[in-house]
């Protein structure tokens, strides 16, 4: 194995190809810095290229992330590696050694054409992890329609090694032996762009658990939502009925002490909004209802998009919903205590349900691995010059972007990103000989 | 590591064969829950293609003639829409009526 | 310096072949125009040689299309028809460029925010709509010049308006980065607002502590020159290599200007505190009532004592705050400011200023009773929720009081307190309560510094919030419509010290891009003149606003002196008021020529765009090609 090991040496190592760390890599690639950027999930394009559209502009999710991915795909100063995982970073002599699993995928990229015929020949059918569980893919499939790279990805756990794809391949690159391939990164710095996960949905048991067909995700309304999404259109997972009535569970995983989740996540008031005005975009007589504790609409241009929205007939209800059930019918039944004119608590039946989730961190240092630098007590990264120097770690010569650091929208997660390539160019100025060209 | 060798040149035809009979000898095809479970799969993907078959049906229809839960038949037809097997008809009510293609 | 164009004729001889790509936009234009209609209308162009809807254009196997057709099928020409120029001209560019092709022979039809947006309800008459607007950027194209960026060497400096955090951030960056830096600062030192902060959430650092840290990196830095009791009173040049004029009034007369060659300008000029209009909440009437810096300050000014919470001389036993003065303003309930407008937007960093100044009453005079009225609590940050906690906790009343029904103040005379506040409270049904206070501190939020003359030096962009504007706030956020205009911090709308700073470093990341390299490129859509046809008559340099940008010279030509326009294409922002005035045709815009509109006029009054001419290659297509412009002096 270690004979086979790649070497690589670069100015930066970026963990994560989400917005961030895509925009941290450009932002030093575009200064002439080396970088290698490393994506553990089989696309680049993080969070941000499964969602339908943005706020507070409206723009579509992937109008504005592809372009970024196909500028790192080709920019000649970024190595990417995708499907591989940092395994460790360790700091020496004022560099930092990085260990990377390329993970197997099964085809031969080099021999690949992504013609997906692999796709169609396959039989294995899966839930579509990219559409949340809504959808389908095979056990052989390209991740999805604009993912970069566009290569097909095998899932060895399910595959029944039929052969299938094997037989109508035009350039024979499958291959069921591939192994996992060592890579060592020496690089001067590192960004961490490590992202967030939403809490779980099945954290909080007066909310089901998960258990209830009609009660969804914010991501899984996003692909509801999206161009070819998982089913042409919004409908209810249970029976694929169009739903005439919504509602969005605000704070149902932030601001919760009993979940660890004490803090607010910044985003969930935005994206309800957002995904209110687009359901009465796609379904204009269905009553959409927001229920709420505090609307934080704080960003530029955010209260403005917040009061369209209230304009557009979404309504708003400073309710806490305390419990959620279903009917025989899957449908969501939410026990509600309102706080404006309050008359007790009441039940009230919607077709679908949305909860609107928090961030917690995609990695943690507690789990180890990675690299030792420090959590703070909400579980993302410490941010020890929080106030002017906003991309340092605990670890000097470590940085972090976007929501490493804390929840963060895609605008303040985008900023970031540039301040923290602006600190590890200015650390690799102070501590790598090596002069930038041109300058004085 | 055999990939490296592979990579470049031309294959003969039956590499994948090879190869196949190589990882199943180590690590066999599929466990019987997989096995199981694709074969439900299949049983169902019919189910729901032949109540399609001549005829647009919505999903509380197609699970009304197949005995199939409503949500397994619409996870089925999600699936089967997206590999071009099912068309979407002009929707009745709150449903889309589905047609095998 | 000189600044010559050359402007070659070279016919290239291959035949003219468009490719049009129609681009769904994910449903944002698929969902309202029938793509394949348009692409297939597009095909019967005689020009036309590949015609083709497709998702996501801007993908990157969107972007394979174009480059395998421009390899395999010989096209010469290529229209995209997808969303708004401003978000993907250059990717689109850059895949030409990557295929071989001179990325100019390139018309972007936006059939998104033409079209599509804007006939939702109408299918039909919007697919006829884009089939005509693309007809029209086919025929743009068949007569598109094969241009070349305008070449343009840099200042390796940047100049710096502004002298509070987020400019010293920005400063200390550059400078960092091996930038020469002119840091310019109105007042007399650097720290702006953050220099009369107390303390600071959620870190509970001194304000001054951050300045002077700040300040101390500025000072320690051989490459960051600080002008104080400056301002920016000139700003000509271009992106690569402005002119920036700082005036010191407090130097000598002739001494007081000074010129600034710089590649790049970031502005960090910052806020101001949101006054009150009398009698907002009774302010102006009653000594009673105070914006929260004020109070602030008050505070940090109050002695530990035994008397308690003393403001301006008088006991503040209770206290109340009201949120949203200045802030998410209502049409109709609110007075409008200056500008005829209400600040509809939020201010962001009150909520927790707020709950941040509540909890320090309450530390140091826990007697006090606090009253905290409010639309929404919106302590969204890291660290800030907690301030909103331990407030409730310590004993601070929350009640919440209608968008339309603003609190209002009554002073009291000879009661025991100054005066009450009337509000309404939603979080207990609407009920109308009189809260007594000695105190009522309002929740001013940001608007931004009267800067209009640096605004006027370049017009640079403003939103309808009156801060200055991104040109997108995820594509491109910290930079304006002027290239090389940068924005750092609260200039650009509300944040706090963490959020400005990111956004200086992030500026400052931005300007080290455009800096890396001796030469930067720049759109060559400026005019040129075609030396046969100029008669020299010099209407165009009377409709010319941009100094330097054109002027009359004696050339020599065809062995005679001849009177004619001249171009500086570094100076010249392509506006096209010159062409618009010459009758001979002689003055164009490259790669907007009046021929080219005359051809775009008539594909989209055809009915037919198979009944369109086929356009030859013709003789008629340049090769515009710049010198370089020399960086230094």
Redesign the interface.
């Known amino acids: 194995?270690a004979a086979?090991t790649q070497q690589l040496k670069a100015d930066v190592l970026v963990v994560g190809a989400g917005i961030a760390g895509l925009q941290a890599s450009l932002?030093l690639a575009?200064?002439?810095k080396s970088v290698v950027l490393v994506e553990r999930k089989p696309s680049i394009g993080g969070t941000m290229i499964n969602l339908s559209k943005?706020f507070?502009?409206l723009?579509?999710a992937?109008?504005?992330t592809?372009?970024r991915?196909?500028?790192v795909?080709?920019h000649a100063n970024i190595d990417l590696f995708t499907l591989s995982e940092v395994d460790g970073i360790e700091k020496a002599e004022g560099r930092f050694r990085a260990t990377i699993t390329k993970r197997p995928r099964y085809i031969?990229e080099?021999?690949c054409i992504?013609c997906k015929r692999c796709e169609?020949a396959c039989?294995?059918?899966l839930e579509d992890d990219f559409d949340h569980g809504?959808?389908?893919?095979?056990a052989i499939s390209i991740p999805f329609?604009?993912a970069?790279p566009?290569y097909p990805v095998l899932d060895a756990e399910?595959?029944?090694?039929?052969?299938a794809c094997?037989?109508v391949c035009p350039t024979?690159c499958?291959?069921?032996?591939?192994?996992p391939k060592q890579v060592e990164v020496d690089a001067g710095a590192v960004i961490l762009a490590t992202g967030f996960e939403l809490t779980p949905i099945d954290a909080k048991p007066q909310y089901g658990r998960g258990g209830f067909?009609n009660v969804l995700s914010p991501l899984q309304m996003e692909r509801l939502l999206?161009?070819?999404g998982?089913?042409?259109?919004v409908?209810r997972?249970?029976?694929?009925?169009?739903p005439?009535s919504i509602a969005y569970v605000q704070c149902a995983g932030s601001?919760d002490k009993s979940l660890g989740v004490?803090?607010?996540s910044?985003v969930c008031c935005m994206y309800a909004i957002k995904q209110a005005m687009l359901l009465s975009g796609s379904l204009p007589i269905a009553d959409i209802t927001i229920y709420y504790m505090?609307?934080?609409?704080?960003?530029?241009?955010?209260?403005?998009f917040y009061?369209n929205a209230r304009a557009m007939g979404v309504e708003f209800v400073?309710a806490k919903v305390a419990r959620i059930s279903e009917d025989e019918g899957?449908n969501p039944i939410l026990r509600i205590e309102r706080?404006?004119?309050?008359t007790g608590p009441e039940e009230v039946r919607h077709d679908l349900v949305v909860l609107s989730l928090g961030m917690v961190p995609a990695w943690k240092p507690s789990q180890g691995g990675l690299i030792a630098v420090e959590a703070?007590t909400?579980g993302?990264l410490k941010?020890p010059g929080?106030?002017?120097?906003?991309?340092l770690t605990t670890m000097d010569g470590v940085f972090a972007a976007g929501t490493a650091?804390?929840?963060k929208d895609?605008?303040?997660a985008?900023?970031?990103?540039?301040?923290a390539?602006?600190?590890a160019?200015?650390y690799l100025?102070?501590t790598q000989p090596a002069?930038?060209?041109?300058?004085? | 590591m055999s990939e490296g060798e592979q990579q470049g040149g031309e294959r003969k035809g039956n590499y994948a064969l090879e190869q196949l009979k190589q990882v199943r000898a180590t690590r066999g095809a599929g466990t019987p829950a997989q096995i199981e479970r694709s074969r439900r799969g299949k049983e169902m993907q019919n189910l729901i293609l032949r109540a399609i078959a001549d005829e647009a049906k919505t999903v509380p229809e197609i699970s009304a003639e197949t005995g199939l839960p409503e949500q397994d038949v619409f996870w089925w037809i999600t699936a089967l829409r997206k590999y071009n097997r099912v068309q979407d008809e002009k929707k009745r009510g709150d449903f889309v009526p589905y047609r095998k293609k | 310096m000189t600044e010559t164009n050359t402007s070659a004729l070279e016919p290239s001889g291959d035949p003219v072949r468009v490719g049009v790509y129609v681009c769904h936009c994910g449903g944002n234009i698929s969902d309202v125009i029938d793509t394949k209609a348009v692409a297939a209308a597009l095909a019967a162009h005689p020009n036309v040689a590949v015609s083709n809807d497709y998702m996501f254009m801007c993908s990157d196997p969107g972007q394979a299309l174009i480059i395998d057709d421009i390899k395999a099928n010989h096209i010469n020409r290529v229209v995209v028809a997808a969303c708004s120029p401003t978000l993907h001209e250059i990717t689109f560019r850059k895949a030409l460029q990557r295929a071989g092709l001179n990325p100019y022979l390139f018309e972007y039809v936006n059939i998104r925010e033409q079209a599509s947006w804007v006939h939702k309800g109408d299918h039909e008459g919007a697919t006829r709509k884009a089939v005509r607007l693309v007809a029209a950027g086919v025929e743009k194209v068949v007569r598109q010049d094969e241009l070349f960026p305008i070449k343009v060497g840099v200042e390796p400096h940047v100049v710096v308006v502004g002298g509070g955090v987020a400019g010293m951030s920005a400063a200390v960056a550059l400078a960092g980065r091996g930038l020469g830096v002119t840091l310019v600062e109105k007042g007399v030192a650097l720290g702006g607002r953050v220099a009369d902060l107390d303390r600071v959430y959620p870190t509970e650092e001194r304000g001054a502590d951050l300045v002077q840290d700040l300040t101390r990196q500025v000072e320690g830095h051989s490459r960051i020159d600080v002008r104080l009791g400056s301002e920016v009173v000139g700003l000509d040049g271009h992106v690569g290599k402005f002119a920036v004029t700082v005036r010191t009034s407090s130097a000598a007369p002739d001494d007081q200007d000074h010129l600034v060659r710089a590649g790049a300008v970031v502005i960090a000029t910052g806020f101001d505190h949101y006054k009150p209009a009398q009698g907002e909440h009774g302010f102006g009437e009653s000594p009673a009532v105070v914006t929260l810096p004020d109070f602030q300050a008050a505070l940090r000014q109050c002695p530990a004592s035994r008397r308690g919470l003393q403001v301006n001389g008088r006991p503040a036993r209770s206290v109340a705050f009201i949120h949203c003065v200045g802030s998410r303003q209502i049409d109709g309930v609110h007075a409008p400011q200056a500008d005829g407008k209400v600040n509809d937007y939020c201010s962001r960093t009150c909520c927790t200023a707020t709950l941040h100044t509540i909890r320090q009453v309450q530390s140091r005079f826990p007697d006090v009773d606090v009253y905290d009225l409010h639309k929404d609590i919106r302590t969204y940050g890291r660290g800030h929720e907690a301030y909103y906690e331990d407030a409730s906790r310590a004993g601070a009343l929350f009640f919440r009081f209608p968008d339309e029904e603003p609190p209002t103040f009554a002073a009291s005379t000879g009661g025991e307190y100054a005066g009450t506040v009337t509000t309404r409270d939603i979080l207990t049904w609407g009920e109308e309560l009189e809260i007594p206070v000695d105190l009522v501190v309002l929740a001013t939020g940001m608007v931004p510094r009267d800067i209009a003359s640096l605004i006027d030096l370049r017009k640079l962009p403003v939103g309808a919030d009156r801060f200055l504007q991104e040109v997108h706030p995820k594509l491109r956020p910290v930079e304006t419509g002027v290239a090389g205009i940068l924005l750092a911090g609260a200039c650009q709308g509300p944040m706090d010290i963490n959020e400005a700073c990111t956004a200086a470093q992030t500026a400052a990341v931005k300007a080290a891009i455009l800096l890396a390299n001796p030469t930067i490129e720049l759109d060559p859509f400026v005019a040129v003149v075609d030396g046969e046809r100029c008669d020299g008559c010099g209407k165009c340099l009377a409709e010319c606003e941009y100094v330097g940008a054109l002027t009359m010279a004696d050339v020599e030509q065809a062995g005679a002196t001849v009177r004619h326009a001249v171009v500086n294409p570094a100076m010249c922002v392509g506006c096209g008021a010159c062409a618009a005035v010459c009758s001979p045709r002689a003055i164009n815009v490259a790669g907007w020529t009046l021929d080219q509109f005359d051809a775009m006029v008539d594909a989209i009054i055809a009915e037919d765009v198979g009944a369109l001419a086929h356009t030859e290659c013709r003789a008629g297509v340049r090769h515009i090609e710049f010198a370089v412009i020399s960086g230094g002096n």
């Not at chain 1, 499958?174 to 192994?179: A, D, G, R, Y």
């Not at chain 1, 706080?339 to 309050?342: D, F, I, R, W």
């Not at chain 1, 985008?414 to 301040?419: F, H, V």
């Open positions: 194995m086979s932002d575009d200064q002439g943005v507070p502009t723009d579509c992937s109008c504005i592809t372009p991915m196909a500028s795909a080709h031969e080099d021999r992504g169609e039989t294995v059918f809504l959808g389908a893919k095979k329609t604009n970069i566009q399910n595959c029944l090694l039929c052969g094997a037989k024979q499958i291959n069921f032996l591939q192994e067909p999206a161009p070819h998982p089913y042409g259109g409908m997972p249970s029976d694929g009925q169009t005439s601001r004490p803090y607010c910044r505090d609307i934080r609409a704080f960003g530029k241009g955010y209260e403005q009061q400073k899957h706080q404006e004119a309050g703070d909400d993302f941010s929080m106030k002017l120097s906003p991309a650091t804390g929840p895609i605008v303040d985008i900023t970031d990103a540039g301040a390539a602006m600190a160019t200015n100025a102070r002069p930038a060209r041109h300058l004085p």
